[in-house]
């Protein structure tokens, strides 16, 4: 059986794949392939291991042809593959979600928060630069995070892992999602709030949602406008939940104090007013970039497509309605 990897990805996992005798074939590329390369490639494979720069749409999958059985997504999010398309087809899908990378983006999330709070980049900016001239009283005033309130929207793991650690910070906790969850308010100390009621009362907002159709540009100048004045947005979820023209208008009138992006609406692309703002800080879509994230993620992809190809139900199969119909031969 083939299996077709689209970039070369952290660990020596991958070996284990060519040891149970699959013809594994590695993009030779350390770049996102072109659609066009995507196509050529898959023909014919029996499992694909892709990463979210992969645009996978119902046009690759029946490029692959009837042989496709699973396509294991190098990502948490997986808005890259058309899950309806893949299901219609019998092709199971996965993600990697897993504590070690959930913990990663929540751990990113709070570095953000930090860097917010504190200033850090625009000051480790000021001391490179030759601008430290002593202790002085009112240079870089930051803000205490102790007794301030976290809004999180979205309390799925990360979100969840984010929320715990609020607590070591003092922060107050507001979260936002479809159906309040009474044991994390217990377990976290947290409250639920409508979304106005988030948006109005939090000193700082992180988002933890995928991307659908519903939160596509969730973050956009009406609801911005309904954040605190001086309050500090953090992403590190999917770039097209904010919509970042009207992010730059909200920093640039002073609305919002901040905000902390590590992922962008139109990626690698960054809107050119944001990258030149000082209290907007950006980190390259690295939250889950720790070796213990990455490497947890190179098993997991490995051990869904052997499950998979063997019959077993991966763990973290995101399609679960698939199972009863799947392909098997
Ligand atoms: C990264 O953005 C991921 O979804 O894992
Ligand atoms: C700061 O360094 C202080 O001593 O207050």
């Given amino acids: 059986m083939k299996i077709f990897v689209t970039r070369k990805i952290p660990g020596e996992h991958l070996d284990k794949l060519v040891a149970s005798g699959y013809d594994v074939d590695i993009s030779i590329f350390d770049r996102p392939l072109l659609p066009e390369e995507l196509i050529q490639k898959v023909k014919g494979v029996d ?3 892709c990463l979210l720069t992969d ?19 190098y990502a ?12 219609d087809r019998g ?10 990378v959930d913990e990663s983006v929540a751990e990113h999330t709070w570095a953000l928060i930090l860097c917010l709070a504190r200033r850090i980049i625009e000051a480790d900016e000021a001391t490179r630069r030759g601008a430290f001239r002593g202790w002085e009283p009112d240079v870089f005033l930051g803000v205490n995070l102790v007794g301030k309130t976290l809004g999180i929207i979205g309390l799925g793991k990360i979100g969840s892992y984010v929320a715990k650690r609020a607590k070591g910070y003092g922060m107050n906790v507001l979260y936002n999602k479809h159906n309040p969850d009474p044991e994390a308010e217990k377990e976290f100390g947290i409250k639920f709030a409508s979304l106005d009621e988030l948006l109005a009362n939090s000193d700082f907002i992180t988002l933890h949602v995928p991307l659908t159709d519903e939160t596509g540009h969730m973050i956009n100048a009406a609801t911005l406008a ?6 500090f947005l953090v992403n590190t979820a999917r770039g097209l939940i904010v ?7 909200s920093l640039r009138s002073g609305h919002l104090g901040g905000a902390a992006l590590d992922v ?13 703002m ?21 098993q997991q992809v490995v051990e869904a497509v052997l499950d998979s190809l063997s019959g077993k139900m991966p763990e973290n199969i995101v399609n679960k309605d698939v199972w009863p119909k799947k392909r098997t031969s």
């Fill in 47 to 49: 499992a694909i291991i």
């Fill in 264 to 276: 962008f609406e139109n990626e690698p692309n960054i809107h050119p007013e944001l990258i030149n």
């Fill in 243 to 249: 919509e970042e023209r009207a992010l730059v208008d």
């Fill in 55 to 73: 645009k996978i749409d119902g046009a690759v999958m029946d490029a692959a042809g009837s042989s496709l059985k699973i396509i294991a997504n």
């Fill in 226 to 231: 309904k954040m605190k004045k001086g309050s």
């Fill in 76 to 87: 948490v999010g997986f808005d890259n593959i058309e899950i309806r398309e893949a299901t």
């Fill in 278 to 298: 000082q209290n907007v800080v950006t980190t390259p879509h690295i939250a889950s970039a720790t070796h213990e994230a990455r490497d947890k993620m190179s």
């Fill in 91 to 100: 092709i199971v899908v996965a993600n990697t979600s897993s504590t070690e």
